[in-house]
């Protein structure tokens, strides 16, 4: 009987082998974390499990995408990490299927290993072998170097069991671990022959050897010498239809009996060995000929395996299917010019009966489940309804970009979308740390927890400088996957920094110096800096990927990838935030618990995910492929020509100074009490304010939502106006309530404010909108960055604005503690000037083009350049950004934090202990 055809190595039935190693693998990995966590401290522990966990997080990718992949498939064409010798199309007799480039059977993985899956398959050996000696390495460390302190912290155990157990781990480890170096070490020699296993068997012989040990069946031993002279000897043409006699009907061509790709007989041979019905039908149906203009002019290519054709070798025993060979036809559209309009060339491509004919031969029709990368279409007529059901032009439906409409469960968009849910738990964590860390740790002065805001909002700041090394310098081959490995990387390494630091004790009071702990939390938030720093540089080159999707999507949906980024960065920060709520909730850091997770604890844990799962998720399925034409940007000197180009036109420069002056005048300018109001007249605890910050996260995500849904043709100008009067209407009655003591509660004071994130949430999508309408191919992350750069902006400079205004209301700590009238005065007057700025703010919508439509109108009515207005807007930006630099790190040291500059009053008097 006939097998049936194996998709993938997930199919059933399973083989012995590969279930043996699903067993293996993660019994051997829980096996060393138990041994490492349970026989070394902790912190000797992280050291030594951290990169066990990276190797082992690649290794099952790897393997994920070897099992999941189907090797019949046709790769699309990209840069590859490993040089993959060239290997035609070939059958595989365990899996009934041909696969492109195959190399093997391998019964672990029980798959075909083709050009499709060659590279993670040799990935995964290649980790296998690290991972199993890494392993069998700490594990011989353990059983005789530091086996004298493991036994000094476990004195109870029994010396006996415990060597007995490291030592069967460490001879599984290194059984394995010799049998993944030969597999890597053969297929390393095969790279450097430029061969394939198959190929290497055929021509060097292996006496089963390969076969026995390795597990790479690659064909049958009974067939071996038979193929060995394929190379030698010219096929013989196939046996004819007539030698099965005419008992065959047209049944006998099913595709799924018959290896693809190959050459069939003519036209007249077929029919005249068929039925007298076949050959009547075949001389009523006349050739047609198919008009290229209705097909948008498509190209009948004939899809060749290789050099030679190959046929299917029979099975014994079982019944032999009718050898006609058949030759699949792929139509690629191509751009449809005025010669295709004016001339019709003729194609001799008709059906007849389960048949087509390309130039008199036979070619099979195949089901569409067959052909998943390639499409047939033959039509006996010109019909343009169906025509245009099947080729839509490029850019008809409003698209900036062509690709079709983009599927959104892809491996590379979820690997895409994942980087964004990493990205949000540290968003998520690191801005919510500011209160409890420097407000009730660290007890950070107002202007100092202003300007530490100010370091961790940084990074959002310096965007366009990463979008512009990710456009046009390109890291082995790539320029996008570079810099998010590179961000994630420098973001492991602060993590593990700050998780090894030693924070010092909490702020006193009592004492008579706290110097060293107010300089501590300096560090500790430049340190908060330089992590978001990181991760945002991995955040740039996938907004520059969003981008690229973004435009490939009609003009009616259009902003949907936007909302759905941003809507998973926003649930995963409320995550985030609900691990620092419950997790650092004692009296050291503003709440009421008796325990914590420890001041470290959290940093470990986001050194583990997101940081140790970005990083081989980012190398194996992020897709990242350098643009057809980058003559535009093949240096510096000619990107920045054509960056200076871009800024220069009014619809450029406009928006970004919408940019600046509305979010500067609506959230920058804050006021410095604010902190202490939260804390000594509101009493808000920790844990309640990071669940009413998860509530918000979830509330932000659902306007995010409802933008993506129903508002992409909303009128940018109302839901702007009407998004930020609501916002602070609401938030004014709140403080005001809470600053002349007509209802002082944490509930009340967090808990209203919530409704606060449905406006915010749409304010803040419209600028997303706004970006992939300007962006051109080429150009995405450092518009992108350009514009995000100068949105962010304001959230650097207007706490240093912030700091020299409210510098001489008295709205220190020790003042509101006081609660005098006086005071409560002052702090008003600080909350009328952040809420006037609001109003100002709506001054400023004007600048922004309504919609979609009327930004494109301004691009083609207005496409003069204003080197002026351009140079003095990315001037302005640049002066503002290092004078934002310069007055936050100044605020950070006690020394320094008086100077005026810094938001002090002057260092002419001691300051505050």
Request: proline letters at 6%; one cysteine or more.
């Amino acid at each position: 009987m006939r097998h049936n055809v194996r998709l993938n190595g997930l199919q059933r039935p399973y083989s012995k082998d590969q279930m043996f190693s699903w067993f293996l693998q993660p019994t051997l990995i829980a096996a060393f974390i138990a041994i490492a966590g349970c026989c070394l401290e902790v912190s000797l522990a992280l050291c030594v499990i951290l990169p066990y966990v990276c190797m082992s997080l690649v290794f099952f990718c790897c393997w994920y995408l070897c099992e999941t992949r189907n090797p019949a498939l046709t790769p699309s064409p990209k840069k590859l990490c490993i040089p993959v010798p060239f290997k035609p199309v070939r059958y595989c007799s365990a899996c009934a299927k041909n696969s492109p480039g195959l190399d093997h059977h391998c019964t672990w993985l029980n798959t075909c290993i083709g050009d499709s899956n060659y590279e993670p398959f040799y990935i995964l050996i290649l980790t296998g072998t690290l991972k199993c000696i890494y392993q069998a390495i700490i594990g011989a460390v353990l059983a005789t170097t530091w086996l004298d302190h493991i036994i000094t912290l476990h004195p109870t155990a029994n010396n006996n069991v415990l060597l007995a157990i490291l030592w069967i781990h460490n001879i599984i480890c290194l059984i394995l671990g010799a049998a993944y170096g030969a597999l890597t070490a053969f297929h390393t020699y095969l790279l450097y022959l430029g061969m394939g296993t198959y190929d290497f068997i055929l021509k060097y012989g292996t006496n089963n050897c390969c076969i026995r040990m390795l597990k790479c069946q690659c064909l049958s031993p009974t067939k071996k010498q038979q193929r060995s002279q394929v190379q030698e000897k010219t096929p013989k043409s196939p046996p004819t239809p007539n030698s099965r006699g005419e008992k065959r009907t047209s049944k006998t061509f099913n595709s799924s009996l018959t290896p693809p790709l190959q050459a069939g007989p003519s036209k007249q041979d077929i029919v005249e060995n068929r039925p007298g019905w076949f050959k009547k039908f075949t001389k009523e149906s006349s050739p047609k000929e198919i008009c290229p203009s209705a097909l948008r002019s498509p190209k009948v290519v004939a899809q060749d395996a290789g050099n030679e054709p190959h046929t299917r070798p029979s099975r014994a025993n079982s019944k032999s299917h009718d050898p006609v060979f058949v030759q699949d036809v792929a139509l690629t559209p191509t751009p449809m010019d005025a010669q295709d309009e004016q001339t019709s060339i003729p194609c001799a491509l008709h059906p007849v009966g389960n048949l087509y004919f390309v130039n008199g031969h036979a070619m099979q029709r195949r089901s569409s489940h067959e052909l998943i990368d390639r499409r047939s279409f033959v039509s006996s007529c010109p019909s343009d309804d169906l025509n245009r059901s099947i080729y839509l032009a490029p850019l008809e439906d409003g698209a900036l970009r062509p690709g079709g409409v983009p599927s959104y469960t892809t491996p590379a968009m979820l690997a895409l979308l994942s980087q964004y849910i990493g990205i949000g738990l540290l968003y998520g964590a690191i801005p919510n740390l500011l209160y409890p860390y420097f407000t009730s740790y660290f007890h950070l002065r107002g202007h100092q927890f202003n300007s530490a805001k100010t370091l961790v909002n940084l990074g959002w700041s310096l965007k366009v400088f990463v979008g512009i090394l990710s456009d046009c310098v390109p890291i082995l081959g790539y320029r996008r996957k570079s810099y998010m490995l590179i961000g994630w990387t420098l973001t492991l390494a602060f993590m593990i920094v700050l998780a090894t630091m030693d924070m010092g004790p909490p702020y006193d009071p009592s004492a008579e110096d706290n110097e060293a702990v107010l300089d501590k939390g300096g560090l500790v938030a430049i340190l908060f800096g330089l992590a978001t720093i990181s991760y945002v540089i991995a955040d740039v080159p996938a907004d520059a990927l969003v981008v690229q999707v973004a435009q490939q999507e009609p003009m009616a949906t259009r902003g949907r990838m936007q909302s759905l980024i941003y809507m998973l960065r926003t649930l995963a920060a409320a995550v985030a935030a609900a691990l620092v709520g419950f997790g650092l909730n004692s009296k050291n850091f503003a709440g009421n618990y008796s325990w914590d997770i420890g001041i470290n604890t959290i940093f470990i844990i986001f050194a583990i995910f997101p940081c140790c799962f970005m990083i081989p998720i980012t190398i194996i399925f992020i897709e990242d492929n350098m643009p057809e034409d980058d003559s535009n940007i093949a240096t510096l000197s000619a990107y920045f020509s054509h960056c200076w180009i871009l800024v220069q036109k009014r619809v450029t420069w406009q928006v970004m100074i919408f940019n600046f002056l509305f979010n500067f005048l609506n959230s920058g300018i804050t006021s410095t009490a604010a902190p202490y109001v939260m804390l000594v007249w509101a009493k808000v605890e920790n844990v309640n304010n990071q669940l009413t910050t998860i509530v918000g996260n979830l509330l932000f995500a659902s306007a995010l939502a409802i933008m993506g849904r129903y508002g992409t043709m909303w009128s940018w100008h109302w839901v702007i106006i009407i998004t930020t009067i609501a916002a602070n209407v609401i938030d004014a009655i709140v403080q005001y309530a809470t600053i002349y003591n007509v209802l002082r509660n944490q509930w009340f004071y967090v808990g209203v404010p919530l409704t606060e994130n449905l406006p915010y949430a749409m304010q803040f999508i419209v600028s997303s909108f706004l970006i992939v309408e300007l962006a051109d191919i080429g150009n995405e992350g450092v518009l992108y960055g350009l514009m995000t750069t100068v949105s962010n902006l304001p959230s650097v400079f207007g706490p240093v604005v912030a700091n020299a205004i409210f510098g001489s209301f008295q709205v220190d700590e020790e003042s509101i503690r006081s609660d005098t009238s006086y005071v409560r005065n002052q702090v008003a007057y600080t909350y009328l000037i952040y809420y006037g700025t609001t109003v100002l703010a709506c001054f400023c919508v004007p600048l922004l083009p309504n919609q979609k439509p009327a930004l494109h109108q301004l691009q083609q009515r207005d496409r003069a350049h204003y080197p002026i207005v351009g140079g003095t807007v990315v001037f302005a930006c640049f002066a503002i950004l290092i004078y934002s630099i310069a007055a936050s790190l100044l605020s950070m040291f006690n020394s320094t934090s008086c100077l005026v500059i810094a938001g002090g009053k002057g260092c002419s008097t001691h300051p505050l202990k």
